[in-house]
């Protein structure tokens, strides 16, 4: 199943689109999540061991989740999300049309807003 939403692979680093409803990490539910889908691919494709997720996406979201295939990716990729030398960009489906264009500010409140451009 992870193969399936598989959009990149190198040694290092595996790009997974996850879909909607998964987690990314595991949690006391116990319903499946990118973590060990992950590690049941690369243990099965690879003979290793190895793979975590380095940021997560809400249940709800879908989209690109990197998956590190090392540790030494992890800590890599961990520091780059952790200092910011990683750009997420996040679009949205919506069902009608919009009068104008506009941008929705997420305030850390949690407030949200939309600001016409």
């Known amino acids: 199943r992870f193969g399936e939403g ?16 998964v987690l990314s990490q595991g949690d006391r539910t116990g319903d499946v999540c ?28 879908s989209g690109c989740v990197a998956v590190a295939a090392t540790s030494k990716a992890a800590r890599r ?9 990683v750009r997420k960009t996040y679009l949205a489906v919506v069902d009608g049309a919009l009068l104008d264009e506009a941008t929705v500010v997420a305030r850390l409140s949690g407030e949200r807003r939309a600001v016409a451009t």
């Open 77 to 85: 990729l961990s520091e780059a999300f952790a200092f910011g030398r």
């Open 34 to 61: 990118v973590n060990a889908l992950a590690l049941a691919y690369v243990s099965e494709s690879r003979g290793t061991k190895y793979a975590t997720a380095v940021h997560r996406l809400d249940r709800p979201t």
């Open 6 to 21: 598989l959009l990149y692979e190198d040694n290092h680093v595996l790009c997974y689109n996850k879909p909607n409803g």
